[in-house]
């Protein structure tokens, strides 16, 4: 699969373990590597700030999609190759997948979290068949991913829309799976137990 753009969602924190900017630093360099462009939320700060500058150090291409509301906050990032900018979250949200081929998921807060799941229930849903994948860097999401297993064994999630998840510790790693992958044949667009018990 060609991918032109990613998008990658990702903490306006660096949190507390260095290999997260690491982490950042590396996917942002591939991105340039492979001629792919960014698509992120438009902030200077945190991981957001650090794969944006990876990026354009390396001379790479980065659009940014920010609200107004944050703009004002001064916590845009003003040396971005675009700024597009919208008037609410959900806005910014749907002009983030808009432009984008597939979606990275990196270390990050409770925004980062609404993100990712508002691109896997689409995806879910088959509202879209872009790839998307978890960055788990050092471990991070090690839990959201047990979690996930636990969905599936107690049939809330099926194999099928789990399988369409990507994960991986490594940058290099995970842009070649998404690189690589293709749409499930037998996917179920939304996995609907009609008993009751």
């Given at each position: ?40 939320g ?40 675009e ?57 991070y ?36 799976i ?20």
């Amino acid at each position: 699969m060609t991918l032109k753009s990613i998008c990658v969602f990702c903490g306006s924190n660096s949190g507390t373990n260095s290999e997260y900017a690491t982490a950042a630093k590396q996917l942002g360099y591939l991105l340039v590597e492979n001629n792919i462009r960014l698509i992120f939320g438009g902030g200077n700060v945190g991981l957001m700030g650090i794969i944006a500058d990876a990026v354009l150090e390396k001379g790479g291409e980065v659009i940014g999609v920010i609200p107004h509301f944050l703009m004002d906050k001064e916590v845009g990032h003003t040396g971005l190759t675009e700024m597009k900018m919208v008037d609410t979250m959900h806005q910014r949200k749907e002009l983030m997948a808009d432009l984008s081929d597939a979606f990275i998921t990196m270390p990050g807060g409770i925004g980062t979290m609404e993100e990712f799941f508002e691109i896997f229930t689409w995806g879910q849903l088959g509202l879209h068949p872009k790839p998307f994948g978890i960055l788990n860097v050092d471990g991070y999401y090690d839990h959201l991913l047990a979690f996930f297993e636990t969905m599936v064994s107690e049939r809330f999630l099926s194999q099928s829309n789990y399988d369409m998840l990507c994960a991986s510790r490594s940058p290099a790693d995970l842009l070649q799976i998404l690189q690589d992958y293709q749409p499930i044949a037998d996917h179920q667009e939304k996995w609907l137990d009609r008993t009751r018990t």
